[in-house]
């Protein structure tokens, strides 16, 4: 019983610690701050998008595919049309630990230890 706890708790911080969370934010600036959101499981990556129109800059933060994200990094410097206008200025494709991530690392050897002993 207690073992079949103890995998079944294992299983619930694994199942937390697998979503991506990323800030999801826009502004007529170079940064912006916004809330937190679970990731889609088709987005791999938190994506920051800086573009620059006519010396004014446009920040976009969200959830993304790694393939666009990373696509897009092949448009710096370079005008880009599409979803968005302007010269691309920055592009970061990052993927954000889970808030579970380092409790799921600490916790893990101690209930292995309790399920297997």
Known sequence: MQAALGLLLFSVLLAG???LECEVCSSNAKTCSGRKVTCED?????QRLVTEVGGAFHVEKKCEKKAVCESLKNQLGKSATGQFTGVVNDIVCDKAPSPYASLLLALSGLLLKNVLF
Do not use: I, L
Not at 42 to 46: D, F, L, Y
């Open 17 to 19: 610690a697998s979503s």
């Open 42 to 46: 088709k987005n791999e990556v938190c």
